[in-house]
């Protein structure tokens, strides 16, 4: 479909044979990323970010490395739901969300969420992703950018940077510090990987202060709101859907009893295959990003025989692609199995199903997302039995990143085995 938004002209894709074509066989063509006027601003232009998270932070053995952290915190947070008074709700909305931020500010920082100095974090970035979310003239009549300033939201823009760069400062400060203390720690968190890296030049593209600070809020940008969406509609899904649960739950005890164990780990993951086929449904029917980043035309092309001029900028629409009649059957329904012995994957190499992208734009911190996420509800369902409230489940979403329109709610029961 051809839009022309402002000045800009847009096409948005909604069929999986022309993401196709965007993504993979015209890729180097719509290389380009278009974000936002305050993406630039506020992540130093780091355009070589996600190639350097490939090679150095979110590769296969590294996101593997950080499992205790990831159980760790998915282990204190089953302990608070089990610390509540029989009755209360659990605000798994708001325990998701902290989940996120606890397990990226260890991994990145080294430390947990919960401190004060990273809890400056979590409010910068809360700030950030309100300001990315924002409405810009800029980005639609490039030569109204004056609008912006009257509007308040580059006064915003600014702020937030300053805070942000002060903090970034001081954290980069202190592991330099600890890394003349400590040369030898193992345990070593994304800013200590990156100094070493910069350090002893270990990387094909340089690697500037500049790429070290934007790949901080990179990280939690990306990482924490969308997985924590993502928890919350697995939940959703498996409340509305009792016959999922019960599938879910069997299997995880008939993988558990085995071992003789309440709490699941990432070892027992690989052995959940319905699990996972959950995970890719609700993926399907509730991509976090129902619009992925935009691409923009490098040059002049064709797609589907139509002229494409440069600067022509691409929206592809996950969300109705992963809906499409034409890919999935049934699609309206919530069917974890048609992924049961499917060869269909998060790598992007399928079409039809994109939540992360595909290409050499692709969302880099899949991986670590999916191991977040699949640790995370075995455990509930594994430990507690879930009811819907008095009132009911609302599955309304809210606008821009699929999220629910409200906090969710439910009540926990500590599972008898």
Known sequence: MFIKVGRVPTIVVSSAETAK????????????????????KLFYGGTDIPKICVLELLSTKKVQSFQSVREDEVASMVSTISGLSHGDLVNLSKMFYTLTNCIICKVALGHSERDQTEYRLYKIVQELNSILRSFFAADLFPSMGWVDVFTGIRARIKKNFRELDSF???????????????????NKDFVDILLQ????????????????????????????????TTLEWLMSELLKNP??????????????????????????????????????????????????????????TKINGFDIPAKTRFYINAWAIGRHPDYWDRAEEFLPERFMSSAIDFKGQNFEFIPFGAGRRSCSGYLFAIHTVALTVANLINHF??????????????????????????????RCF
């Open 21 to 40: 074509e965007v993504m993979k066989t015209q890729d180097m063509v719509f290389a380009n990323r278009h974000g936002p006027f305050a993406t630039e």
């Open 168 to 186: 970034l400062d001081e954290v980069i400060q202190n592991h330099r510090y600890k890394g003349v203390l400590e040369p030898t720690t193992a």
């Open 197 to 228: 890296a910069q350090k002893d030049y270990s990387l094909d593209i340089p690697l500037t202060m500049d790429n070290l600070k934007a790949i901080i809020p990179d990280m939690f940008a990306a990482g924490t709101e969308t997985s924590a």
């Open 385 to 414: 039995e879930w009811e819907v409230p008095p009132g009911g489940l609302d599955m309304a979403e809210s606008d821009g990143i699929t999220q629910r329109k409200h906090p969710l709610f439910l009540l926990a029961t500590p």
């Open 243 to 300: 016959a999922a649960m019960r599938r879910a739950q069997e299997e995880l005890h008939r993988v558990m009893g085995v071992k003789g164990k309440l709490n699941v780990s990432e070892d027992e993951l690989p052995e959940l295959e319905y699990l996972h086929s959950v995970i890719k449904e609700v993926l399907r029917s509730h991509p976090p990003a129902p619009l992925l980043v935009p691409r923009e035309s490098r040059e002049t």
